[in-house]
């Protein structure tokens, strides 16, 4: 049997050959030879069928901090940026399932007064994504996931489920143990770090997104920070900027003028100009300043 029927006889609504461009914020990417917007209850055997008949799988949220190239990729991709959207509150915990974007549970923690959710309102993923790369801030202070995260529902390739708590997803800087592992999250419970007035945290919302749009070029085609901050040091975009690589352009990929460490699509980046640019900005930092810059952005390929 091949593996559309054996896809199709669990995944009605399973799609094929999508681009996969409009599903990134870089607006770069190649078909998906699978593609399928996963329900709750069914991703554990969807998962589980895919390893047992050796499918590749790829989860996608909302697409932002990946690249993919022209070529797409060949196997199933779950994307979760329109599925896995419930998300509810008990009194003691915030329930958001995998495909909830930040920026949503931002404001919906508001609504209860739970502080310490503020610094998401500019993060372009979801919490499964989130939870994975331990998404989060370091312009002021170092805030993450990690600081909110109480537990996550992890799904493994065989298709079996367990909760883990924060503490045990070794969550560090832009990490974690289930990075690279192919293991997704399919639910997560949130708890608070203070409390206060919607309002005050509302307040507090509109200051990280004005600063935000300040400095970072939000109305632009990119994947986000392109590089993490070297450890000990200054700021990624510090050291690109310096180097004095702003406006430089290498086919439709330019690093941005407003934001260094972001490179912005403009006229029709394919992904081996992102990675060409790439390349050239950390060899560009090396010369300079003898810092090896570490891509934070990952691949699909």
């Known amino acids: 049997m091949s593996k559309e029927k054996l896809l199709r006889k669990i995944i009605p609504d399973l799609k094929t050959e999508i681009s996969l461009a409009p599903y990134t914020t870089w607006n770069i ?53 329109k599925a896995l ?44 994504g989130g939870i994975v790369i331990n998404a989060g801030l370091t312009a002021k202070k170092r805030l993450e996931v990690s600081d909110i995260l109480e537990e996550a529902e ?37 708890k608070s ?27 632009k085609s990119t994947a986000g920070s392109t590089f993490k901050q070297p450890e000990g040091g200054r700021a990624a975009g510090w050291y690109i900027d310096e180097a004095g690589l702003k406006g430089h352009r290498i086919g439709g990929a330019v690093v ?4 260094a460490n972001w490179i912005e699509n403009d006229k029709d980046a394919t992904s081996e100009d992102v990675l060409n640019l790439m390349d050239y900005i950390v060899k560009k930092v090396d010369e300079k300043f003898g810092i090896v810059l570490e891509k934070e952005v990952r691949f699909l390929f």
């Open 29 to 81: 990417g190649g078909p998906a030879t699978f593609f399928w917007e996963p329900s709750y209850d069914a991703v554990p055997s969807v998962i589980g069928l895919c390893t047992k008949e050796k499918i590749p799988v790829y989860f996608l949220g909302r697409g932002s901090n990946v690249l993919i190239n022209e070529k797409g990729l060949d196997g199933l991709v779950i994307c979760t940026k």
């Open 85 to 128: 959207q419930e998300i509810t509150f008990d009194g003691n915990l915030i329930h958001a399932q995998s495909g909830v974007p930040l920026p949503k549970l931002a404001k919906f923690a508001a609504k209860q007064g739970f502080g310490g959710y503020e610094f998401l309102i500019g993060i372009p993923g979801t919490v499964g």
């Open 154 to 190: 992890l799904l493994y390739p065989d298709g079996s489920l367990e909760w883990k708590k924060s503490e045990d997803l070794g969550l560090q800087y832009r990490s974690s143990n289930i990075l690279d592992e192919n293991i997704f999250v399919r639910k997560a419970r949130f």
């Open 193 to 219: 770090t203070w409390f206060s007035s919607e309002k005050e945290i509302r307040n507090k919302i509109a200051d990280h997104l004005a600063d935000r749009r300040r400095k970072q070029p939000l109305g």
């Open 256 to 259: 941005s003028t407003k934001h």
